[in-house]
């Protein structure tokens, strides 16, 4: 599903990435930990096509996105990509069932199949009474299961998730944490989380531990 060669990546002087060799297997769960400053949301971000390595390779569902346009990276991040962030970045003025909507205009789903896909994930996550709410009108919580909606409208192959409990109290943390897997079992997603949640990363099934850039181990 993701393979990586020799992925390094720089910012001026200073070498955040420093070869990663990694392979993830669809439907897999995996969590990437590490201390501030390892490189993890560096590597989040060019395995979601946000950001290119400065050399090597990565292979995503197939496809090396390194050797796509600007264009075609685009349209590939929209179709084949679902990103959840920390801190939700639901739009104001839409309601929660037009905010999951909007990853699938950009698609080109008509109206009609994009609602139907919308109300269908907000019954999922148990939230179908929350559809005409504004994010103001939403609990913690709440923002962030329509957050993960979103970033599933367009049933992506992979979903990519940087810190997605660190701004949820405990019982909703643990409430996201149990979503990834009934997600993962019930519409086959690969997920992949940058998290210090150690809760989190022990129930995954597998934790890439970066240090200084580098894979310091996998288990």
């Given amino acids: 599903m993701i393979t990586t060669e020799n992925i390094t990546k720089s910012f001026g002087s200073l070498q955040v990435l420093k070869g990663i060799n990694l392979h993830i297997d669809r439907g897999e769960v995996v969590s990437i930990v590490g201390p501030s400053g390892a490189g993890k949301t560096t590597l989040l971000q060019i395995l979601g096509t946000l950001d290119a390595p400065d050399s090597g390779s990565v292979y995503v569902d197939s496809v090396d996105v390194t050797t796509l346009t600007q264009r ?4 590939f991040r929209n179709r084949h990509l679902g990103f959840v962030f920390q801190f939700h970045q639901l739009l104001p003025e839409f309601t929660a069932l037009e905010n999951i909507m909007i990853p699938a205009y950009i698609a080109g789903m008509s109206q009609r199949k994009a609602k139907e896909r919308a109300q ?10 929350r559809a005409t709410h504004k994010p103001t009108e939403l609990s913690g919580g709440e923002k962030q299961r329509i957050a993960v909606a979103r970033a599933l409208v367009n049933n992506p192959a992979v979903i990519l998730a940087d810190e997605p409990s660190g701004s949820l109290d405990t019982q909703n943390k643990q409430e996201l944490h149990r979503l990834f897997f009934d997600l993962r079992d019930r519409f086959g997603q690969t997920f992949v989380i940058v998290t210090h949640d150690e809760q989190l990363a022990t129930i995954t099934d597998r934790t890439i531990h970066l240090r200084d850039g580098q894979i310091e181990s996998e288990g």
């Fill in 72 to 75: 075609q990276l685009a349209d």
């Fill in 120 to 129: 269908e994930l907000l019954q999922f996550m148990q939230l179908s009474d």
